[in-house]
């Protein structure tokens, strides 16, 4: 019996199988809204036999969006527009399917990666940034604005809007992005994070701000949708955001009510040192899920059925998550289940492409 292929539950969400499709930024919206692409995007990846669809990072307000092509649900239109997209791949197609909701803090405001990817100054059609403290992200680019109590109460608020607009669309699971140098992260880490007030300073101050955040969008938020955080489990810099403080939060995120915890790594600082080769972040998810029973997701360079077999096995992570290698084989998982000798779902549109070696590859 394969692992991989194993129903799992997080929280009171039933899974078919333990991949994920990991979350993706598209950059491909119109002030927030979902377009055709995200129609043709997401569909392709609803049909890709997955347990469960995690939509790319979704600003919670229009300056924490990474670029001006970012994904939102911060206004009524945004909440239409992808309102359609979730509708239209309700039609065919029953994969579970969550949103990652963020906000960019210091690292909004850029170019989109194909052009460069560089922070846009406000007279090119960029706008000043929001941060923990007055340090920017690389050391020549304007200073962004650090955040005063009033707008972390707003910000706070905003993620709750979004969880709530989230929830209306019809999507099933939510995920807190706090990972990849973004604005909760900045204030878990001490290299972005000099505040003198009772968000800097210790490790209990520094994850004072991400927990009550999480917390209010917990409290406010109905039981049945699970919530759960991605987080990056080291900075890979000296002196930065390390495993051990991302135990620390994981066991206080677990006495929250956290769902889950998708464990990837990095992002906050240039100056990181990254050994990247296969499944180089495996091993802090496998620390951590050591330390709390909520679902653990490994993430990075995991591209291999049997590698993605051998992790669970292991007992290292409960699910996977899979970003790169989906967006080349949007049928990943159909592979892998051909090869772990398991089953997947299929549209009945395709059923006649099951091939004659692999018979109860597709349920029926
Ligand atoms: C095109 C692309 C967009 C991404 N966008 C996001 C994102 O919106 N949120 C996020 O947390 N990670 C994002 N990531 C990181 C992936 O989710 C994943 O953690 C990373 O690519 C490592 O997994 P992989 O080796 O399977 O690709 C993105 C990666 C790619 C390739």
Redesign the pocket.
Known sequence: MSKLFEGVKIGSLNLRNRIVI?????YSAVDGKATDWHLMHLGSLSHSGAGLL?????AVEANGR?TPFDLGLYSNDNQIALEKVIYAIRQHSKIPIGV?L?HAGRKASCAA?WKGGKILEENNGGWMTDAPSAIPFNNDERLPHALNKNELERIKQSFLKSAERAITVGLDLI?L?A??G?LLHQFLSPLSNTRTDEYGGSLENRMRYPLELFKFVRTHIKKDIPIGI?ISASDWVEGGWNIDESIQFAIELQTINCAFI?V?SG?LSPLQKIPVEAGY?VHFADRIKKKVSMPVIA?????EAQQAETILKNNQADLI???????YDPRWPWHAAAELKASVDVPPQYLRSEPREFKDLFKK
């Not at 990991?22 to 598209?26: G, N």
């Not at 993430?299 to 591209?303: A, D, F, K, Y």
């Open positions: 990991a979350p993706m930024c598209q995690i939509l790319e990072a979704t990474i990652q963020a990666p995920e992005h990972a990849h973004y991605r998708h990837s992002g972040q993430v990075g360079l995991i591209t998550a899979i970003a790169r290698a989906a967006l």
